[in-house]
């Protein structure tokens, strides 16, 4: 049991390690995860991306290095979604959902992955459950969404459906920290993967308005 465990984190390391280019995934040399192209959240010290989404300065992107925004093309995180480059036989167009490469195309019919499932490029069966909340290859999140923002509008405390995220893997939780509004997003666990609108829940089901 040791050494399955000791096995396991070897290898988490060595897939943490190598996850420069990847979205949704914590990075050792950061801490943190690329969740957009120029967004970053923390990571819990189990590797789940958490809390706040920070945004890269002006003129930078989100990398896994040390320095979490960078302006150096080479080493941007998070560019690999809804792209073929020629190699790839299928490419993720969305958390959930991908279609097939031909050549530099994108072919124009989507797939949803199964219930619970994310989609990842580096995946031969093309979609698996998120490692611990980890590994969607596309991002939940586009640059415009700002929690601080949809916190102050809501003005209440609670659960919230994730607006740019149409596969309803997650939710923000709103909060009160001061005279402002904030809050956090999270991912709805394994048993119960999807965010309802209706019953602003984790629930079994995908609801019928998700992707
Ligand atoms: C995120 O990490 C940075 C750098 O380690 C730290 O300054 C900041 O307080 C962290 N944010 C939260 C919400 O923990
Ligand atoms: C970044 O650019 C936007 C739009 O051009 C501008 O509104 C904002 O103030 C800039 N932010 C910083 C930190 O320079
Ligand atoms: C960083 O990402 C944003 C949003 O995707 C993009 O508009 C911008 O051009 C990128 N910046 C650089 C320097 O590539
Ligand atoms: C960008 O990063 C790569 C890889 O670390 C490095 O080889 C290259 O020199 C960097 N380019 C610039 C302009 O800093
Ligand atoms: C793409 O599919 C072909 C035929 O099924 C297979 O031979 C090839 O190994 C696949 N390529 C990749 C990168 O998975
Ligand atoms: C997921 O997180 C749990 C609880 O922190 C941990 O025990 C487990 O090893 C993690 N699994 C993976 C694959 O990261
Ligand atoms: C980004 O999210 C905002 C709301 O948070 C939404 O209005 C907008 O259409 C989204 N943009 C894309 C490209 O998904």
Known sequence: MLRELLCLGILLAILVGFSHGECNACSVDSKTACVSRNQY????????????????????????????CTSNETLFSCNDCNKCDGTQNFTCTSPSTFALCDGVSVVNIEYSCSLGQVC???????????????????????????????????????????PSDSSCLRYIYCFRKGSTWTG??????????????ITFNCVTTKPSNCV
Do not use: H
Request: with cysteine; hydrophobic share 20%.
């Open 41 to 68: 959240q923390n990571c819990t010290l189990d590797n789940i991306p958490t809390g706040p989404i920070y945004t890269c300065p002006n003129k930078t992107n989100c990398t896994g290095s040390v320095e979490r």
């Open 120 to 162: 990842n490029i580096n995946n031969r069966n093309y979609c698996a459950p998120p490692l611990n909340g980890t590994g969607a290859t596309c991002p939940y999140y586009n640059s415009t969404t700002v929690i601080g923002d949809f916190c102050n509008t809501k003005s209440s405390m609670g659960r919230y459906p994730d």
């Open 184 to 197: 956090n997003t999270w991912q709805c666990p394994l048993a119960k993967p999807y965010f309802s609108s």
